[in-house]
């Protein structure tokens, strides 16, 4: 459980894989968990969880590093929200369990069957 304004968490993950794949993977990772792609840039990746009962919503922003890495950070969508009961952390462990998925089985959307 966070505490701040507004409650975040952020894993760093080193040498992942490098440039479009990962990035790939991680748009998929994000589209697979049911979350909206707010942005997309070739270093970076903005995301959103819905509304539910427990939450009024998260940001999940991923960063990449030129080394292969990456940045996951889920803040609460309310900026005054200062507790929040370990979601921003599942979030986190989800989308990165869901690359690790990935990368396993391979991607699958966005292939040409051509």
């Known amino acids: 459980m966070a505490f701040g ?4 968490h952020t ?5 992942l894989g490098h440039g479009a794949e ?5 748009i998929q990772a994000i ?12 270093r970076k990746v903005t995301a959103a969880t819905s ?16 080394d292969g890495g990456m940045s996951v950070t889920s803040s609460c969508a309310l900026p005054t929200q200062c507790i929040d009961w370990g979601k ?8 990165l369990d869901e690359v690790n998925n990935l990368a396993e089985t391979g991607p699958t959307e966005g292939r040409d069957s051509a």
Not at 5 to 8: D, I, K, R, S, V
Request: charged share 30%; proline share 4%; hydrophobic share 40%.
């Open 88 to 95: 921003n952390r599942a979030n986190v462990r989800k989308l």
């Open 51 to 66: 509304v539910n009962f427990w939450s009024w919503g998260e940001r999940v922003i991923v960063e990449f590093f030129p």
């Open 5 to 8: 304004f507004p409650a975040y």
């Open 22 to 26: 990962l990035r790939d993977s991680v």
């Open 31 to 42: 589209q697979s968990l049911g979350w909206s792609i707010r942005d997309k840039s070739k």
């Open 11 to 15: 894993e760093e993950i080193d040498d």
